[in-house]
C-alpha cells in the first residue's frame, strides 16, 4: 500500500558552538525522528535543517551526510531571530511517504528543544 507524504518535525540544542558537537546532537536526533517511527532511508523526501543565528560551526545536514543521507534532498536555512528564543537550537522538517496516520506521527524534540513543543506525546 503506498503512503501519504507526511512531514515529521524535531529539534535539538547545541552546548557550544562547534562542529562535532552540532554533528554528534544532530545525528541523535535524527536517528530518534527515523527510529521513532519506523522511517527507512527508502521513505526519505527531503529535509529541511534550520539553525539559529547563534549557530556557526557548520550546516547541519553534515549529520544526515555522514549518517549515508547524502542521496536524499537537504537543505539548510536561517531560523528568525526572535526575542527570548531557544538559543543554540537545530530544528528539522523530513518530509517522508509513510502509511502512518499524521496523528500517530511521533514529533522529537531533544535536549534544551524539550519544551518547545509540550502538546505533543514523548
Known sequence: MPGSILALRGATTLD???E???VERVTALLTEMLSR???DHDDLISIIFTAT???HCG???LAARRMGLGDVPLLCARELDVDGSTPK???VLMHLSSTLRRSEMRHV???GARGLRDD???
Do not use: Q
Open 109 to 111: 524534540y531533544l535536549e
Open 16 to 18: 557550544v558552538d562547534d
Open 20 to 22: 562535532p558537537h552540532m
Open 59 to 61: 550546516f547541519p545536514a
Open 120 to 122: 505533543l506525546p514523548e
Open 37 to 39: 517511527n519506523a522511517v
Open 89 to 91: 537550537c537545530v530544528r
Open 53 to 55: 543565528d547563534d549557530i
